[in-house]
C-alpha cells in the first residue's frame, strides 16, 4: 500500500467539490464522496474489480489503429532486389528472324528404310520442335513418338564430337590421310568394305556407286537389325521379284493383321494410322470435312505373337506362337481357295475353327475392300501366303499396292552382312567404313562380328555416338544429326524428299555424304553433294526453282514409285518354312523366343533418348527397361511373377532377364524387345535393360524354337508407369465402350449410364443456371474445350512426347518414375478388359487406351484448396497454373480426381536428383527447350495447360488480321501439341461457343461422355465411347458387351 | 510425504492433516503439506539443479541425439527437396501431414485441461495444467514445422498469411490450408500467452526463493514485477479468464478446421461430415494419453506423487476412455455410411482400408483405438501405473495409425485406376517423426528442469481450500471466489 500517509480531508474542500454536482450521489464515506486521489489509489489498490477496464487509455479506435499499422509495417518486407542480368540482342539482325517469332522450316526424318516428312519449328535458329507435315504421304501432318524425339538427339550432349583414332581425340584429316594411304596401296581399294543401314537416300547410293567405279572391288553391304529381308523374300517366293506392298487401309472394310503391327513399326506406319481411324472413326453427323458422318467400322482381326498395339485395336483377336502364324496363314489361305495352296498340317489348337470360317466369311464378303497384312519379321511363306490370298480376294491392286523397294539397292541385310564376316574372316577386308548403325551391338551373336572386326586393319565407323561400334573400331568418326545436314530420304511409297537442316553442326561432325566425298576426292559440303546429285538427274533451267520448291515443301512431287502389277503369284511353290536348326546348345528347351523391336527406342538406336526411355511402352507401360514378356500361364507355369530373374537358354546363349507376366502373351513363347543392354553409347543408354541380341542368331533373327528357361531366383526391378494398378478398370467405366451394334441400336448409351452423367447444371446450392453459365462458359468469345476419340486411339504415345517436347517437360529417371513422380502432363492410360464370351481377361483381353490431359474443369476441384490462388480459372475456361505464386502444398492434386498435376519434387529440369541428358540446365539440352513455356523449378505444381502458348500465338495472329482491325481466332487455328502429333486425329481442341466448331459438334455426338462427370466437376475435356465392330458369325455373346463391367 | 531422496524436499512442521472423515477417497493433494513444503518440493526441482535423477539425464540425452537428427533430415529437406520423402501422385501428402495432425491433437488435452476444466472450475487441474499447457506449446511447435516444410518452396509459405504486398495478392480464403494458418498461429499465440500468463507468479515466487543473484534477475525479469497485490491477482485473473475463455472454443475450432483439410475435399475417404467432431474427440483422446505418458514418469521421478495423484490418472483415464468411444463410434460410422451411401469409390476405399494393400494398419488401428480402451472400464487397470502407460503408448500409436490410415488410404486408391499408387516413407520420413518426437521429449524436459511443472500458486491455493472447505474442496462446485487468498498472503 502505497498511501498509508494519509492526508487528513479537508471538509471545506469537499463541500467546494460537492457544489457543483447534479443529480442523486451515492457514497459509503467521505472520501468516495470527495473523490479524492487517495480514495481512487486505496481503491485500485484493494478492491481492483471496482476500477474501470484494464487499460482505459487503450481504446477500441486505437487499438484497430496500431493493429493496421504494424500489419502494414510487417509488409514492407516485401521488398526485395532481384541481381541485374544482362541481355544481348542482335546488333545486325538476320535475314527473317525477328527475335520471339518462330520459323517453320519443311524437312524429313530418314528412319529405318522410311521416312516421314516434317515442319520444324525454329527459335532463333534453333530447331525445338518437329511437327507432320501436312503434304508428306507418309505424315499428313502427324509424327509418331520416335520423330518427335528425335530432336532430342541433335542435343544429346552424349553425343559425338571427336574424330577419334583409337580411343584418343584426333582430327579428320589424320583420318582421311589414313584412309587414303589404305586405298592408295595395291589391292586398297579391292579390300574396302562399306556397310551401312538401309539406304533410301539417292544421293548416298549415288555416292557409294561412285565409290566403287572409283575403287572396283569395293563392295556394299546393308545391314539393319530390323530389316524387311522377308517382306522382299516373300515377295520373291511369290512374285519373282521383290516388291514393296503399300497398303490403303481407308479402302479396306476387313483387315486380317497377320501378326504384323502396322499401326506402329511398318514403314508408313503413320499414315496407315491416319487412314485406318479414318476407316474406323463413328459418327452421327458430319464434323468436318475429314469426318464426315460415319456409321460403319471397319473390323480388324489380328493373330497375334507379340504384345502391340494393332492387336490391341483389333475386333478379333487370338494370341499364338510367331510360329504358328504360318500354319495358321496355310489353313486361311486353302480355306480362301488360293490355288495350289493345300494346309500341310492342323491348326494351331488356340485358333478355334469356327473364328477362322466366320474370318473367311467375312473376308470373302468384302473381296476388294479387305486385306491381309502380314507382319514383317514373319517367315517369307506368310508374306508369300498373305499376298496370294490378296490376290485372291481382289486387293492386290486395291487395298495393297505393289511398288518396286524403297530402299535404292535392296540387299537382303542378313546375307549382305554374313558376306562381310565371311569376307572379313577371309581377311579379304583392308578398310571397312561403317556408316551408321552399330553391327557390334546388334549383329546376330552367330556372327560373331566383333571378332572379325579385329582382323581389319582399318576399320572406321561414322555415327552419332561413341557406341560399342566406335569402340571396337580403329577410327570413331562423329556423325551429324539429320537436321544438321543436307540429304534426301525416300518415304514408304518412294515418295523422296530433302532433308533440309535446321542448324549447322553443333561439333565437328560431318555427314556420311561429306565423307564419302572426301574419299572420291571430290570434296564438298553436304548442300553441294545432294543438290548437285539433283541437278544431275533434274537437268533444267528452273533448277532452282524446283530446288527452292521441293525444299519449301518437303517433298519432290511425283516421286512415289509408280505401282507394279506382278505377274500371277506362284502360290503352289510356297513351301512350309524349315524348322529352325538348332545350333549349339545341345536338345533345347520347350518354349519359343521371339524378337521385338521396341516401341520407343526401337533397335537400340535412341538408347540414349531420355524422352524415349521415360515413355511407357505402348501395352507393358514400362520405362528404362525392356523385359521377358510371357503369359501369364507360363508364368505360372514356371512357378515366376513379374520381376523374377530367369536365364534364358537359347541356341548355346545365355541371357539373364527379368520377367515380365503379359495379358494377351501367347502360352509357352517369350518375346523380347531388342535396344537394351547397352554396354556404351551415352548415360541413359549404358543402365537400362537387358541385351536381347545375346540371343539373336542370323538364321532365326526374329522367332525360334528351342528356348528354355530357369530361375535364378533374384529379382529385378522393373518400373511401369502406374503399370501394376492399370490391369483393369475395376468395377469402374472410365472408357466407356459399347459394340457398334449396340450402339446403333442404343445411341444414348453414355448418357443413360447414371454414374456418368453431368448433373444438371442449377443443381447447385447457390444460385441458379443462370450464374453458372456466365462463370464457367466465359464472358468473352472463346470457351476452349476438347474431345478425345477412345475410339480411334491406338496408343502409339505420339501425343505424349510432342506435349513432353512442345512443354518442356523434364525426364526424372527410372528410380522417380517408380515412385510415382513422372512428370508427362499427359498419359495414356491403358486398360485391359473382356467381352462376356471370354472371361479370362489375362489370356486375350480387350485393350482400352485413353489419353488423359487435364480436363480443365468448369467446377475445378483443384482451384479452391489452393492457399495462395496459385491454380485459378481464366474467362476462358483454362484451369492455369500460376507457378510463380505456386508455395507446393500439393492439395490440388490430391483434390484431383482424374490426377493430371505433376509436382516437382525435386528440381527436376535442373537434373536433380538423377543427372541424366533431358536436364535442362546442360547447355546443349537448354537449346531445344521451348521459349514459349517456363521451365519449372523445384516445388511447383503444374500441369497440361491445353497448350496456352499457342492459344495466345493464335490470337496475336487474329488480332493483327485485317491492319489491325482484328478478326476472331478461327476454328483448327489452334491446334494443341498432342493434337497436331495424334495420326488418328482423335485430339480435337477448340471452342465451344462456336457452333460449328468442330470440337462443339463433336461434343454433340451421343457418345460423348464426361470422364467422372458424376462429380460435377464439368471437363472441358470430354471422351467419345470407345466400340469395337465384332463378327457375330465369331462371337455372338460378344455383341452383348456393352453391359458388361471389365474387371 | 514418501520419498526423502527426490530433490527439493524440505522437512517442515506438519500443520496440515488430511480431514479423511470428510475427503473421500484419496485427495487432490496427498501427504502432509503447508505452502512452504509445495513451494519448496516443487520450486526445488528447479532451483537445486544437482539433484536431478539420472533418468532426466539419460531421457534428455536420446531427446538431443533425435533433435539433431531431425535438424540434419530438415537441412536435408530444404537442401535437396519433398523428393527426399516418399510422397507422390497420387499420394501428395504422407508422413508431414499424418505428423501435423498427430502433433497438432496432442496439444488439444492442454488445452482443454487449462481452459474448459477452469471454466468448468475442475481443481484437479491445477496439479496438472502446467505441464500439459507446456505439453501444448511444444506439441504445437511440432505441429507447425510439418506443414512449414512439407510445402515444396517452403520459402515462399509466408504467402499464406494475409500480409499487405504490391502485388495486391490475398491468400485465398476458400483454402482450408489457410484456414488452417488462422487456426493454428491463434493456436500456439493463444496457448502461449496462456502458459506464460499462468507462469508469472510462480516465476516470482521463484524470483523470492533463488538465492543467487543472476538466478534472481533472471526470474526477476520473467516475472515481469509481479508483487502480488490485489490489483495484479485481480488483472491476471481477468486475463486468465478471458483467455480461457478464448481457448474455450479453440479446443472444438482448431482440430475442426485440421479435419475440413480432408472434408473439404472430393475424395473419398476425405469427403466426410463426420470428420470435426470425430477429429476433436481423437485429439482430446490422443492429448490425454500424451498427458499420462509424461506424468507417470514425472511423478516419479520428481517425487510428485502428493501432488498428481492417482485420482489424477483416474479422471485422465476415464477422459481417454469417453472420447476413444467417440472415435471408435466415428470409425463404425464411416464404414456404415460408405456402405449406406451407395457411393461406389467410397466404398472402395472402404474395402481397400479393410482387405486392401493396407489392411494391417487398419486392423491395428481398431486394435490400439477402438479395443484396447475398453480396458478402461475397469477401475483396477485405471489404478494401474505401468496398464495405464502401456494403454497410453497404445493410443498414441493408434492415434498416428488413424492419420495414416485417412491421408495416405483414401489418396491411393481413389477415383481413377489408372493412378493408383502405393506410399512408403523413406528413412528421411522417419528421421522426421522421431526427430520431432526427439524435440518434444527434449523441449518437456527442460521445461521440467527449468521452469516449475506444477502451479505452485494453485496447488497452494488449493490446499487453503482443502483446510478451510473441505466439503467442496474437490467436488470444485466453487461456490467461493476462486480464491486466492493463500497464495496472495505468501507472495
Known amino acids: ?1047 | 510425504m514418501t520419498d526423502d531422496q527426490t530433490p527439493g524436499r524440505v522437512k517442515e512442521p506438519v500443520i496440515y492433516q488430511p480431514a479423511g472423515a470428510v475427503v473421500t477417497e484419496t485427495p487432490l493433494i496427498t501427504g502432509e503439506h503447508n505452502y512452504q513444503t509445495i513451494d519448496n518440493t516443487i520450486g526445488n526441482v528447479v532451483l537445486n539443479q544437482r539433484g536431478h535423477p539420472a533418468q532426466w539425464f539419460m531421457v534428455f540425452g536420446v531427446a538431443f541425439l533425435w533433435v539433431n537428427i531431425m535438424l540434419v533430415a530438415f537441412c536435408w529437406l530444404l537442401y535437396k527437396g519433398v523428393g527426399i520423402w516418399g510422397i507422390n501422385i497420387p499420394v501428395g501428402w504422407g508422413f508431414a501431414i499424418i505428423n501435423f495432425v498427430w502433433w497438432i491433437g496432442i496439444g488439444h488435452a492442454g488445452t482443454l485441461i487449462s481452459a474448459i476444466l477452469l471454466l468448468l472450475r475442475q481443481q484437479w487441474r491445477n496439479s496438472i495444467n502446467r505441464f500439459a499447457e507446456a505439453m501444448t506449446l511444444f506439441a504445437v511447435m511440432c505441429a507447425g514445422l510439418f506443414p512449414l516444410l512439407h510445402t515444396g518452396r517452403p520459402w515462399v509459405a509466408y504467402w499464406l498469411f494475409p500480409y499487405p504486398n504490391v502485388l495486391s495478392m490475398w491468400p485465398q480464403f476458400r483454402s482450408p490450408l489457410v484456414w488452417d494458418v488462422f487456426a493454428v498461429s491463434t493456436y500456439i499465440t493463444v496457448s502461449a500467452l496462456f502458459w506464460y500468463l499462468g507462469l508469472v507468479p510462480d516465476f516470482a515466487t521463484m524470483r523470492d526463493k533463488a538465492r543467487a543473484k543472476p538466478i534472481k534477475m533472471l526470474f526477476g525479469m520473467l516475472a515481469m514485477g509481479w508483487r502480488g497485490s490485489a490489483q495484479h491477482w485481480w488483472r491476471y485473473e481477468t486475463a486468465y479468464l478471458i483467455l480461457a475463455g478464448l481457448s474455450t472454443p479453440l479446443v472444438l475450432s482448431v482440430h475442426s478446421v485440421v479435419s475440413l483439410d480432408f472434408a473439404v475435399s472430393i475424395i473419398p475417404g476425405w469427403h466426410a461430415t463426420i470428420f470435426p467432431p470425430y477429429f476433436v474427440a481423437g485429439a482430446v483422446y490422443a492429448g490425454f494419453a500424451m498427458v499420462i505418458l509424461l506424468a507417470i514418469p514425472i511423478r516419479a521421478w520428481y517425487g510428485l506423487k502428493d501432488f498428481i495423484t492417482m485420482k489424477h490418472l483416474d479422471w485422465c483415464a476415464k477422459i481417454m476412455l469417453a472420447t476413444g468411444l467417440v472415435v471408435f463410434y466415428g470409425y463404425l460410422t464411416e464404414a456404415f455410411y460408405a456402405w449406406y451411401g451407395g457411393d461406389r469409390y467410397e466404398f472402395a476405399i472402404m474395402h481397400d482400408r479393410w482387405f486392401g494393400a493396407y489392411w494391417p494398419s487398419y486392423w491395428l488401428l481398431i486394435l490400439c483405438n477402438g479395443l484396447t480402451p475398453q480396458l478402461l472400464w475397469s477401475k483396477k487397470v485405471r489404478y494401474n501405473v505401468p496398464a495405464l502407460f502401456i494403454i497410453s503408448l497404445i493410443v498414441s500409436l493408434g492415434m498416428w495409425l488413424e492419420r495414416f490410415e485417412i491421408v495416405v488410404q483414401s489418396l491411393h486408391h481413389e477415383y481413377m485406376p489408372s493412378y493408383w499408387g502405393m506410399y512408403y516413407g523413406t528413412i528421411w520420413d522417419y528421421a522426421t517423426f522421431f526427430g520431432t518426437l526427439g524435440f518434444f521429449t527434449f523441449m518437456m524436459f527442460l521445461f521440467v528442469r527449468y521452469v516449475p511443472m506444477i502451479n505452485m500458486f494453485e496447488m497452494k491455493d488449493l490446499l487453503n481450500r482443502i483446510t478451510h472447505f473441505p466439503r467442496h474442496a474437490h467436488e470444485g462446485d466453487g461456490h467461493e471466489e476462486p480464491g486466492l487468498g493463500a497464495a496472495k498472503e505468501h507472495a
Not at chain 1, 507435315?133 to 513418338?145: I, M, Q, V
Not at chain 1, 518414375?817 to 499427359?826: A, D, P, Y
Not at chain 1, 489452334?974 to 477448340?990: D, S
Not at chain 1, 462443339?1000 to 455426338?1005: F, G, P, T, V
Open chain 1, 1 to 1047: 500500500m502505497q498511501n498509508n500517509e494519509h492526508k487528513r480531508l479537508d471538509l471545506k474542500e469537499v463541500r467546494a467539490k460537492l457544489e457543483g454536482k447534479r443529480g442523486p450521489q451515492y457514497w459509503r464515506c467521505l472520501e468516495e464522496l470527495a473523490e479524492t486521489e487517495e480514495f481512487q489509489e486505496f481503491l485500485l489498490d484493494e478492491f481492483p474489480q471496482q476500477a474501470r477496464g484494464l487499460m482505459p487509455e487503450m481504446d477500441r479506435r486505437k487499438f484497430l489503429m496500431l493493429s493496421a499499422a504494424s500489419l502494414a509495417l510487417a509488409g514492407l518486407s516485401g521488398c526485395r532486389f532481384l541481381p541485374a542480368r544482362k541481355i544481348v540482342p542482335y546488333v545486325q539482325r538476320p535475314d527473317e528472324i525477328i527475335p520471339g517469332k518462330p520459323l517453320f522450316y519443311a524437312s524429313v526424318h530418314p528412319f529405318n528404310g522410311d521416312a516421314i516428312g516434317i515442319i520444324v519449328t525454329s527459335h532463333e535458329g534453333r530447331p525445338t520442335k518437329i511437327e507432320g507435315n501436312p503434304d508428306h504421304p507418309a505424315s499428313l501432318g502427324a509424327t509418331d513418338a520416335i520423330t518427335q524425339a528425335s530432336i532430342l538427339n541433335l542435343y544429346d550432349p552424349d553425343r559425338a564430337q571427336n574424330v577419334t583414332n583409337l580411343g584418343q581425340i584426333s582430327t579428320w584429316d589424320d583420318f582421311l590421310k589414313a584412309a587414303r594411304d589404305t586405298l592408295a596401296r595395291p589391292g586398297g581399294g579391292a579390300g574396302l568394305r562399306i556397310l551401312t543401314g538401309n539406304v533410301t537416300s539417292p544421293t548416298l547410293a549415288d555416292q557409294i556407286a561412285t565409290l566403287t567405279g572409283r575403287y572396283p572391288g569395293t563392295k556394299w553391304h546393308q545391314y539393319e537389325p530390323v530389316n524387311r529381308d522377308n517382306v522382299y523374300a516373300g515377295t520373291r517366293l511369290l512374285f519373282g521379284a521383290p516388291l514393296n506392298p503399300v497398303y490403303r487401309f481407308d479402302r479396306a472394310n476387313v483387315i486380317l493383321s497377320l501378326d504384323s503391327n502396322f499401326l506402329l513399326s511398318m514403314p508408313g506406319h503413320v499414315r496407315y494410322a491416319h487412314d485406318f481411324g479414318n476407316a474406323r472413326r463413328v459418327r452421327s453427323k458430319a464434323v468436318s470435312t475429314n469426318q464426315p458422318a460415319h456409321n460403319t467400322m471397319n473390323r480388324l482381326y489380328a493373330i497375334d505373337s507379340m504384345p502391340n498395339i494393332t492387336g490391341a485395336m483389333a475386333d478379333h483377336r487370338i494370341p499364338v506362337r510367331a510360329s504358328e502364324v504360318e500354319a495358321v496363314a496355310f489353313a486361311l489361305a486353302q480355306q480362301l481357295g488360293v490355288a495350289g495352296v493345300t494346309a500341310p498340317g492342323p491348326l494351331p489348337a488356340s485358333v478355334p475353327p469356327q473364328w477362322l470360317s466366320g474370318l473367311v466369311q467375312d473376308l470373302q464378303a468384302n473381296r476388294g475392300a479387305c486385306v491381309v497384312v502380314p507382319g514383317d519379321h514373319q517367315s517369307p511363306a506368310v508374306h508369300a501366303l498373305a499376298h496370294a490370298m490378296n490376290a485372291a480376294l481382289g486387293a492386290a491392286g486395291t487395298t495393297v499396292v505393289y511398288t518396286d523397294p524403297v530402299e535404292i539397292s535392296p540387299a537382303d541385310n542378313m546375307a549382305s552382312l554374313r558376306d562381310l564376316v565371311n569376307d572379313m574372316q577371309a581377311g579379304k577386308v583392308t578398310m571397312l567404313l561403317i556408316i551408321g548403325g552399330n553391327p557390334v551391338y546388334d549383329a546376330p551373336v552367330d556372327l560373331n562380328f566383333k571378332d572379325q572386326l579385329t582382323k581389319v586393319p582399318l576399320t572406321a565407323h561414322l555415327g552419332l555416338f561413341d557406341d560399342e561400334t566406335s569402340a571396337r573400331c580403329r577410327w570413331h568418326l562423329p556423325e551429324t544429326h539429320y537436321l544438321e545436314a543436307w540429304s534426301d530420304a525416300r518415304a514408304f511409297d518412294g515418295t523422296t524428299s530433302i532433308v533440309q537442316p535446321l542448324i549447322a553442326p553443333l561439333y565437328d561432325n560431318r555427314s556420311a555424304h561429306e565423307v564419302l566425298s572426301e574419299l572420291t576426292d571430290t570434296p564438298g559440303t553436304s548442300l553441294d553433294i545432294v543438290q548437285g546429285y539433283w541437278r544431275r538427274t533434274r537437268p533444267s533451267p528452273t533448277f532452282d526453282a524446283f530446288w527452292e520448291k521441293v525444299v519449301h515443301d518437303g517433298l519432290i512431287p511425283g516421286t512415289a514409285l509408280p505401282a507394279r502389277t506382278p505377274a500371277a503369284g506362284r502360290a503352289a511353290a510356297i513351301t512350309p518354312s524349315p524348322p529352325s536348326p538348332s545350333i549349339g546348345g545341345g536338345a533345347g528347351g520347350e518354349y519359343e523366343i521371339a524378337f521385338m523391336p521396341d516401341p520407343t527406342i526401337w533397335d537400340g538406336r535412341f538408347a540414349n533418348n531420355g524422352w524415349l526411355q521415360e515413355l511407357p511402352k505402348t501395352l507393358s507401360r514400362l520405362v528404362w527397361d525392356n523385359a521377358a514378356f510371357m503369359s501369364f500361364a507360363t508364368a505360372e507355369a514356371l512357378h515366376l511373377t513379374t520381376e523374377d530373374m530367369v536365364a534364358l537358354n537359347y541356341r548355346g546363349q545365355t541371357l539373364p532377364v527379368a520377367v515380365y507376366a503379359m495379358p494377351g502373351h501367347p502360352d509357352n513363347a517369350v518375346t523380347i524387345s531388342l535396344g537394351y543392354g547397352r554396354e556404351r553409347g551415352g548415360r541413359n543408354a549404358e543402365e537400362a535393360g537387358f541385351n536381347a541380341y545375346a540371343l539373336r542368331t542370323s538364321d532365326a533373327p526374329w522367332f525360334g524354337p528351342g528356348l528354355s528357361i530357369t530361375k535364378t531366383g533374384g529379382r529385378y526391378f522393373l518400373v511401369g508407369s502406374h503399370m501394376r494398378n492399370s490391369i483393369n478398370m475395376a468395377g469402374r467405366d472410365p472408357v466407356q465402350h459399347a459394340t457398334l451394334q449396340d450402339f446403333i441400336k442404343n445411341p444414348d448409351f453414355v448418357r443413360n449410364d447414371a454414374e456418368v452423367h453431368d448433373p444438371p447444371l442449377d443443381e447447385s446450392f447457390y444460385g441458379d443456371a443462370h450464374t453458372h453459365e456466365h462463370k464457367y462458359e466465359g464472358f468473352g468469345t472463346y470457351a476452349w474445350g476438347m474431345s478425345i476419340d477412345n475410339n480411334v486411339c491406338i496408343g502409339c504415345n505420339a501425343c505424349v512426347v510432342a506435349c513432353q517436347a512442345e512443354n518442356n517437360i523434364p525426364v526424372v529417371g527410372k528410380d522417380q518414375v517408380s515412385r510415382g513422380r513422372e512428370m508427362h502432363w499427359l498419359r495414356i492410360d491403358r486398360y485391359f478388359g473382356t467381352g462376356r464370351s471370354n472371361t479370362d481377361y489375362l489370356a486375350n483381353p480387350r485393350t482400352y487406351f485413353q489419353p488423359i490431359p487435364c480436363m480443365h474443369c468448369e467446377l475445378a476441384p483443384c482451384e479452391p484448396v489452393c492457399p495462395v490462388a496459385a491454380t485459378v480459372h481464366s474467362a476462358e475456361g483454362l484451369n492455369m497454373m500460376v507457378y510463380n505464386r505456386c508455395v507446393g502444398t500439393r492439395y490440388c492434386s490430391n483434390n484431383c480426381p482424374y490426377k493430371v498435376r505433376r509436382f516437382n519434387f525435386y528440381k527436376y529440369a535442373a537434373g536433380q536428383p538423377n543427372r541424366m541428358p533431358g536436364n535442362f540446365d546442360l547447355p546443349t539440352i537448354q537449346l531445344v527447350a521451348n521459349p514459349e513455356v517456363t521451365i519449372r523449378g523445384r516445388g511447383v505444381m503444374e500441369k497440361c495447360s491445353y497448350c496456352v502458348q499457342r492459344i495466345d500465338m493464335a490470337r496475336i495472329e487474329a488480332k493483327k488480321a485485317d491492319d489491325g482491325a482484328g478478326r476472331e481466332i478461327q476454328d483448327g487455328e489452334v491446334l494443341t501439341a498432342c493434337q497436331q502429333a495424334c495420326p488418328t486425329n482423335a485430339i480435337v481442341f477448340g471452342n465451344i461457343k462456336d457452333a460449328n466448331s468442330q470440337v462443339k459438334k463433336l461434343k454433340d455426338e451421343p457418345q460423348d461422355y464426361s470422364l467422372l462427370g458424376e462429380l460435377n466437376t464439368r471437363p472441358r475435356t470430354t471422351y467419345l465411347a470407345k466400340f469395337t465392330n465384332p463378327n457375330t458369325a465369331i462371337d455372338p455373346a460378344d455383341s452383348a458387351e456393352a453391359e458388361e463391367v471389365a474387371s
